[in-house]
């Protein structure tokens, strides 16, 4: 949760649009806006996904297609069958699989937003189309985006994406079914109906304690015996365990240092209160006033030598 | 170069004022291509109008953002930054030489500025949005993308129209009746009243903006190959737009002066020319300074794919800038022609590769860029040509001799062979104008 969309949200509650989320005001109020690596609000929501699990059975693709509405793409299948090659404009969720290319090893993936902590999606995004909403989930607010895909550039997990083929294109990305159901107080479509267990949904620190338990339990199971997602980009509040390298499965390596941090740190120095931009008007001011009144003053003198008014 | 000093000490002054271009006919065959290029621009421009983005372009999810963002906007603004770069020579740094060259700058910074907002209009997929600019508090202030989408707009249409209005009021002035005359003499004070706090804004604005493309690039993190991506972006991506826009206005004014036969002012050449040079070693410092702090010069010189990238960039901004050094360069037309060619292209390169050759998505997925996004492209480059071609023609832009200018302006009823203006000077007209 960052600064400036509390900022955004202070100003929204003053002016009375935003009752809500008046309460994840009060411990960002004093914060530093992007702190290298940002801690989860308490009520942060989180999913926790085991590739040890999971059988790839895809119920959870069908399940959030259906919350979501979106269209089936079969263009990989000849038009039989769900079949994403990605995530893509038509797919907001997926399980991939790895294989290793002459071995044994295989794991599943799902794939999604991570809705980090810090995402640098929001902390591009012009006029806050994405924001971080209630409980971190990342949701995107159609009449807000201006559709300059820097997102997509922004973005280190490549999750945005774009529809490309329509006149009217929307970002299309996982919002933790925050309109769907996380505001009716059911949990994510994907974590619902996965037959399995290996993806469930609680709040970060539960599911974090979780995956931690269960590296201890069996810690030679667990690659690096750690969670990916606990400090990658400055946390995420997806969270994996894996047997296979996380980069294997396609979670890139990332350092842990929020995007935001990094992106803002220097800029937020300098724009802070336009104080930068000011100080160097007053500066080139102050001078261009001087030569200025001096270029007038020698102007009569110019235009007599010349027999031309001045150009400007 | 009719009149060449060719030893450069003997102080011709022959650059005095802004003068057009009387002999030369507008309707010329680089006039028609421009102009063809320009037409199949708009017809494609139409269909753009009620075809999504997909397959009109080869952008795609992993390179989201195509040559309309990274040439058109990224790369070409930074040649328009000549206003920026010379202004701040001239007003702050009072090199008087330079203003001069000034209005050769502002017309063409206008128009690469003004053509690359354009391109953006087209690039943005829901160009509809843009009202909530005008309510600020949406504006997510910490986002890069929002500064350059007030900014840019705010120095075009305020701060650079502003500073090129003289040009028209001077026209205006001289073809003009006699009512116009006594009113613009009742402007020109006006004018120059406020000059000089509209020139402060036209500096801070696009130290801004020009920064803030490159502070765009932060985000995108680990994307980027760790030559170019660095927290020192913005102020590499600022020093790059003033390299490439003091090297541009220098090319334009020699390309020009050589092709409409005026004579060239070996003194403000030199002057441009030690600009360039400075501003090609500031630049290089500033990089090298980086890649050492950083603990990148072995990558810098591993001499893979991209070290060979980052050496040839480094190269096209070294050999202007250790050429420049010498005064025969400086004072040779033709050398320094193509230094500040290669200065250009140096600049430009460095603006042009952390958004595509050293952009490395995980999940790569080529890009390149469909025959109508490259006419498109293409097409916003010969507006802005033919924009320029038609302002030094009709408007006191390019540099001249104080004889050389007669207070008359081609006629626009009559946009042909306007030889017939070049009698005998008019007595000088003694009321100020702007
Ligand atoms: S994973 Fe990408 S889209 Fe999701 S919150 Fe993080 S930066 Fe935003
Ligand atoms: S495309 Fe839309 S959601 Fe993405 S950064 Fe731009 S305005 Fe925001």
């Given at each position: 949760m960052s600064g400036g969309i509390s900022r955004r949200q202070a100003l929204l509650g003053i002016l009375g649009f935003g009752g809500t989320v008046a309460g994840t005001l009060a411990p960002a109020a004093a914060a530093e806006e992007h702190p290298a690596h940002p801690v989860a609000p308490p009520d942060a929501v989180s999913m926790l996904y085991d590739s040890t699990i999971c059988t790839g059975c895809k119920a959870c693709m069908v399940a959030c297609s259906e919350a979501n509405g979106l269209p089936p793409d079969t263009s990989l299948s000849g038009g039989l069958w769900q079949m994403p090659e990605g995530l893509n404009a038509k797919t907001k969720n997926i399980i991939e699989l790895y294989k290793e290319p002459n071995g044994p090893e295989f794991a599943y993936v799902k794939r999604q937003c991570m809705h980090c902590l810090d995402p640098a999606c929001v902390t591009g995004c012009p006029f806050g189309a994405l924001k971080k909403n209630q409980w971190g989930a990342v949701t995107w607010e159609s009449s807000l985006c201006i559709g300059c895909r820097y997102c997509e550039v922004a973005c280190p997990f490549e999750v945005p994406k774009f529809e490309w083929d329509k006149w009217n294109p929307k970002i299309v990305k996982c919002e933790f079914c925050f309109d769907q159901r996380l505001l009716e107080h059911m949990e994510p479509a994907c974590t619902a109906v996965c037959p399995t267990g290996s993806v469930i949904f609680g709040k970060r620190t539960d599911l974090l304690a979780k995956a931690k338990e269960r590296i201890a339990a069996s810690p030679d199971k667990y690659f690096e015996k750690r969670v990916y997602g606990e400090h990658e980009a400055g946390g995420t509040q997806v969270l994996y365990l894996s047997s296979v390298a996380f980069e294997k499965i396609g979670l890139p390596k990332l350092g842990s240092t929020s995007l935001g941090h990094y992106g803002t740190k220097v800029t937020s120095v300098i724009y802070k209160w336009l104080s930068g931009p000011i100080i160097v008007a007053g500066i080139l001011g102050a001078v261009i006033k001087r030569n200025w009144n001096r270029h007038e003053a020698e102007r009569p003198e110019r235009e007599k030598k010349s027999g031309f008014p001045d150009q400007l | 170069m009719t009149s060449?000093?060719?030893?450069?000490?003997?102080?011709?002054?022959?650059?005095?004022?802004?003068?057009?271009?009387?002999?030369?006919?507008?309707?010329?065959?680089?006039?028609?291509?421009?102009?063809?290029?320009?037409?199949?621009?708009?017809?494609?421009?139409?269909?753009?109008?009620?075809?999504?983005?997909?397959?009109?372009?080869?952008?795609?999810?992993?390179?989201?953002?195509?040559?309309?963002?990274?040439?058109?906007?990224?790369?070409?603004?930074?040649?328009?930054?000549?206003?920026?770069?010379?202004?701040?020579?001239?007003?702050?740094?009072?090199?008087?030489?330079?203003?001069?060259?000034?209005?050769?700058?502002?017309?063409?910074?206008?128009?690469?500025?003004?053509?690359?907002?354009?391109?953006?209009?087209?690039?943005?997929?829901?160009?509809?949005?843009?009202?909530?600019?005008?309510?600020?508090?949406?504006?997510?202030?910490?986002?890069?993308?929002?500064?350059?989408?007030?900014?840019?707009?705010?120095?075009?249409?305020?701060?650079?129209s502003f500073e090129i209005l003289p040009l028209f009021l001077e026209r205006l002035y001289y073809t003009g009746s006699d009512a116009t005359r006594v009113s613009l003499r009742k402007v020109a004070p006006l004018l120059r009243r406020i000059y000089p706090f509209m020139i402060i804004g036209a500096y801070v604005i696009p130290l801004m903006h020009q920064s803030s493309l490159g502070g765009l690039l932060l985000l995108a993190g680990d994307k980027i190959h760790p030559l170019w991506q660095t927290p020192f972006l913005p102020l590499l991506y600022l020093l790059a737009a003033g390299l490439c826009g003091i090297g541009f206005v220098t090319f334009l004014l020699l390309i020009a002066c050589l092709r409409y036969s005026r004579a060239l002012d070996i003194g403000v050449l030199d002057e441009l020319g030690k600009l360039l040079c400075a501003a090609c070693f500031f630049f290089l410092a500033v990089r090298a300074g980086d890649l050492i702090w950083r603990g990148q010069v072995h990558a810098a010189f591993a001499l893979d794919r991209m070290s060979l990238i980052f050496l040839v960039e480094t190269g096209l901004i070294l050999v202007p800038g250790v050429a420049l050094l010498f005064k025969v360069v400086r004072v040779t037309p033709r050398s320094l022609l193509k230094v500040a060619t290669l200065a250009c292209l140096g600049g430009m390169y460095y603006r042009f590769v952390p958004t595509t050759v050293a952009f490395h998505p995980e999940r790569q997925r080529g890009y390149f860029p469909t025959p109508p996004e490259l006419l498109m492209a293409a097409g916003y480059i010969a507006l802005a040509f033919l924009g320029f071609g038609l302002a030094v023609k009709f408007f006191a832009v390019l540099p001249g001799d104080t004889h050389g200018w007669n207070n008359k302006f081609r006629s626009l009823r009559l946009p042909r062979w306007a030889n017939r203006h070049e009698g005998n000077p008019l007595p000088g007209a003694e009321g100020e104008t702007a």
């Open positions: - | 060449l000093d060719r030893t450069g000490t003997n102080l011709i002054n022959h650059w005095q004022r802004g003068v057009p271009v009387y002999r030369a006919s507008v309707i010329t065959p680089t006039f028609l291509f421009c102009g063809a290029l320009v037409a199949i621009g708009c017809a494609l421009a139409a269909v753009r109008l009620f075809s999504p983005l997909g397959p009109f372009s080869g952008m795609n999810d992993a390179y989201a953002w195509g040559i309309w963002k990274t040439f058109n906007v990224m790369t070409l603004t930074a040649l328009g930054s000549g206003p920026l770069a010379l202004g701040i020579a001239a007003w702050v740094f009072d090199r008087q030489k330079l203003h001069v060259v000034m209005r050769t700058a502002l017309v063409s910074g206008f128009l690469l500025y003004a053509t690359g907002l354009i391109a953006l209009g087209f690039d943005v997929g829901r160009p509809w949005n843009f009202w909530n600019a005008l309510l600020p508090w949406r504006w997510n202030a910490e986002s890069a993308m929002l500064e350059i989408c007030i900014c840019m707009p705010i120095y075009v249409a305020i701060f650079l």
